[in-house]
C-alpha cells in the first residue's frame, strides 16, 4: 500500500537521514532573501550552514531570477524603515497632543508642560534617526549579496526555453483548474511569470533529479496549500501529489522543509549550528513582519517566553526610572543639576515606554496571530 500511496506516508528517520546525505537541496527565493535582509549575527548564522551544505547545493533559474528581483525590494525596504518609524512616531505623537489639549483644564495636568516633553522627545527621536540612515549599512548588505553570488557560483539551472516556458504555461492553466500543485494557489496572480513561477521552479527541480539521479530536499518559506498537506490547520508533510509526481517522473524522492525544519535537522545532524543559534534565528524571524511561514508552535511558545521576559524587565525598569524622577530630591551634586537630573531621567523614560510599547505591540500580534503548527518528521 506504501508503494500505491507514498505521498501519504511520513519518512522514516532514516529515510531523512539517507536524503540529507544525498539529496540536492534546494533553498526557494524567500529563503536566500534572509541571507540579505537580518542582522549579521543572523545572517552569518544561515550562511554558515548554508556554506557547509554548499557541495549539495543548487537553485533553479526562476528561483534565481525572483531573488535577483527581489533582493533591492529588501534593501529598500531596510532603508524606508528609518522614515516609516518615523511616521508612525509622528502620528503618535499626535494623537497624544490632541489627547492633552482636551484636559487644559485638569487640575493636575499640565498639558503644556507635557506637549513640550513630546515635542523634546519628537526632535531627538527624529535627529537619532536620521544619524542612523546617515550609517545605514550599505556596504554590508553589498558584501552579504557578494557571498551569497559566491555560494551559488556554477548552481544555477539553465534558463528556459521560451518554448518551455509556454508549454508550462500551458500546462499550468489545466493544471490550475484542476488544482493540481504546485502553485495553484498563485492562480489569481496577474502576469504569466508570477501566476506560474512555482510551477517552473517545480519543472526544473524534476528535471535535476532526473539529470542528477538524486533525490531533492526543497526549502521553502511558502507555506501554502499548494505545496504541503495540510490537515485541520497542521502542515503534515508534502502535498502527497507533489511526492508521488516527482517520484513517477524522476524515480527520486522529494523532501520540504520550512527554514526552521531545515535548521533543526542541521543542528541535530551537527551541520555547524546549534540548537540555541536555531531559537535566536527563530526569535528573529518571528519577530519579522517579512517572515512568510508561520512558525511551529514550539518556536512560537519560545518567542512568546521571551517577548515576555524582557517586557516584564522593561516594565519593571520604566517604574523603577519614574519612581526614581519623582522621588529626585530638591538639591542633588553640584556636577548635575536638578533640572539635567529631570531632563535625563524624563528622556530614558520617554526612550523606555516607546520601548516597552513596541514589544507590547510585537507582543499582542503575535498572540493574535492564527496558530499553524508543523508536524516535525
Known sequence: MKKVFAGWYAKTPDELKALWETAIIVPDANILLHLLRHSP?????LMEVFDRKKDALWIPYQAGAEFQRRRLDVQ???????????????????QARNTLNQY??????????????????QKEFETRLAAAKAKHPTEEFAKSFERVTELFAGKVGAKPTAEGIAAIYKEGEERYTKKIP????????????????????????????????????????????DWWYIHHGRKVGPHP???????ECTGQQFHIYELLQFLRYAADTGSGIKNEAVDHIAEALVADSTFEASVSATDRARVLKVLRTELRGKEFELDGLIKSLIELPPT????????????????KIADLTENVRALRDQLAALEDAPENPVTRE
Do not use: C
Request: charged share 35%.
Open 241 to 247: 501529489a507533489l511526492v508521488e509526481e516527482f517520484l
Open 41 to 45: 549575527v543572523v545572517r552569518g548564522q
Open 182 to 225: 504546485p502553485g495553484f494557489e498563485d492562480a489569481k496572480k496577474t502576469g504569466d511569470g508570477d501566476k506560474f513561477g512555482d510551477l517552473i521552479i517545480w519543472k526544473e527541480m524534476m528535471e535535476k533529479a532526473k539529470s542528477e539521479k538524486r533525490p531533492i530536499i526543497f526549502v521553502t518559506d511558502d507555506g501554502k496549500a
Open 76 to 94: 529598500q525596504k531596510a532603508l524606508d524603515a528609518y522614515d516609516a518609524v518615523v511616521k508612525d512616531l509622528t502620528t503618535f505623537a499626535n
Open 104 to 121: 487644559r483644564a485638569h487640575p493636575v495636568i499640565e498639558a503644556d508642560r507635557e506637549i513640550s516633553a513630546i515635542d523634546a522627545f
Open 332 to 347: 542633588t551634586s553640584e556636577a548635575v543639576s536638578r533640572e539635567d537630573a529631570k531632563r535625563s531621567f524624563k528622556t
